[in-house]
């Protein structure tokens, strides 16, 4: 878990080697499994516990306006790395022209 901020003994939070933005993290399980969906109950707990652990810190560092929290499992959804990841992805009023819809505008391009 090389650079990693936080940690428990499940998973880990580092930051993302291609941010979108000041203090992006992800948070990583040490297992390697490949979909979200075949982690552990306490695996998943685990993450959940750090991504609020890294939400504080990162509002005590960056002050960030909100977040995105996500994960892309499997190919079609965009996972590139078949080792689950979850995104904390810390937002700033006027990081984008305009916010609206969120993630979903990942997918409103194709209308």
Do not use: W
């Amino acid at each position: 878990a090389g650079g990693a901020i936080l940690r428990n003994s499940l998973a880990y939070v580092r930051y993302d080697n291609y941010p979108l933005g000041p203090g992006h993290v992800m948070v990583i399980p040490f297992r390697h499994v490949a979909n979200y969906f075949d982690m552990t109950t306490e695996e998943k707990h685990a993450m959940v516990e750090l991504l609020d652990q890294a939400k504080a810190l990162i509002d005590r560092e960056y002050k960030p306006d909100a977040y995105n929290i996500g994960a892309n499992i499997g190919a079609a959804a965009g996972q590139s790395r078949m080792h689950v990841h979850v995104h904390l992805i810390p937002r700033f009023k006027g990081d984008v022209d305009n916010p609206s819809g969120g993630i979903r505008c990942v997918l409103a391009k194709k209308k």
